[in-house]
């Protein structure tokens, strides 16, 4: 018999995974009918030396229909994929791609500069280049000097009121 560490959230995880199983399915919509179903983009962050790539899947999106947002340290991708409904007279029909509004965001480490963001869209896949903030080094400040432009002076001392 082999023993199994106990992990809680595997099992809460499983339950969730039910749970939605059970939701999902009870909450399908009949056979025959059409729904507009809510869809999220996939994206890729992969991060480089000196700067971030974020790759969104935008099947079926025009380029006017997305934008790209950045305010307070959080990206944001935006749009819309319109749906292209057929009127049929009979028969069945299904719709399984899913179309309308999305909207996904990333918060980005602080200092990151939104004006060197940069964004191509193209098939159908939107690339967005995000620098990487320039890392502050520690600054020395030596104790018992100070300049005054350009001038060397050293602190001299003043009496202590009693």
Excluded: C
Excluded at 22 to 36: C, D, H, I, K, Q
């Amino acid at each position: 018999m082999a023993i199994v560490r106990w992990e809680p959230a595997r099992e809460l995880s499983s339950l969730q995974n039910e749970m939605n199983r059970l939701f999902g399915s009870f909450f399908e919509p009949a056979a025959g009918t059409v729904t507009a179903r809510r869809w999220i983009p996939a994206m890729d962050l992969v991060e480089a030396d000196d700067h971030y790539d974020l790759k969104a899947d935008l099947p079926g999106v025009a380029e006017e229909d997305v934008k790209v947002e950045f305010e307070d340290n959080v990206l944001t991708i935006s749009g819309e994929r319109r749906s292209e409904s057929e009127q049929r007279s009979g028969g069945y029909v299904r719709v399984e791609r899913a179309s309308g509004s999305f909207s996904r965001s990333l918060t980005l480490p602080a200092g990151t500069d939104g004006s060197a963001i940069t964004a191509d869209f193209s098939n159908g896949v939107l690339d967005v280049r995000i620098p990487k903030p320039v890392e502050r080094k520690p600054h020395r400040v030596a104790i018992g000097t100070t300049t005054v432009e350009g001038i060397e002076s050293t602190p001299t001392a003043e009496p202590v009121a009693d």
